[in-house]
Nanobody
Framework: QVQVVESGGGLVQPGGSLRLSCAAS????????MAWYRQAPGKPRELVAG???????NYADSVKGRFTISRDNAKNTVYLQMNRLKPEDTAVYYC?????????WGQGTQVTVSS
């Protein structure tokens, strides 16, 4: 069972930036596709960004040009750099590790964008 732990959330003003981190256990981290999802109150969980083992990335239209997903395989960590944050980005952000066709979720980290 792969363990996934997110960190880096917090309160930020509109237009500000945050970087989320996701640390995953396991010696095979480099081959895991990884993704960030988010869930706002009363809304379904949605994909924010994904990254493959080959560093191919994809993004939700709502975050393209503002968010960047990256990975550091030496640290077993995936990052989500979030710039030009908007109030509608407020949500709990979850990290997903895809391992052997199944997913391991973290506990989530709260991001609140408000003045």
């Amino acid at each position: 069972q792969v363990q996934v732990v997110e960190s880096g959330g917090g309160l930020v003003q509109p237009g500000g930036s945050l970087r989320l981190s996701c640390a995953a256990s396991g010696s095979a981290f480099a081959i895991y596709p990884m993704a960030w999802y988010r869930q706002a109150p009363g809304k379904p969980r949605e994909l924010v960004a994904g990254i493959t083992s080959g560093d191919s990335t994809n993004y939700a239209d709502s975050v393209k040009g503002r968010f960047t997903i990256s990975r550091d395989n030496a640290k077993n960590t995936v990052y989500l750099q979030m710039n030009r944050l908007k109030p509608e980005d407020t949500a709990v952000y979850y990290c997903l590790a895809v391992v052997g066709g199944s997913g391991s979720w973290g506990q989530g980290t709260q991001v609140t964008v408000s003045s």
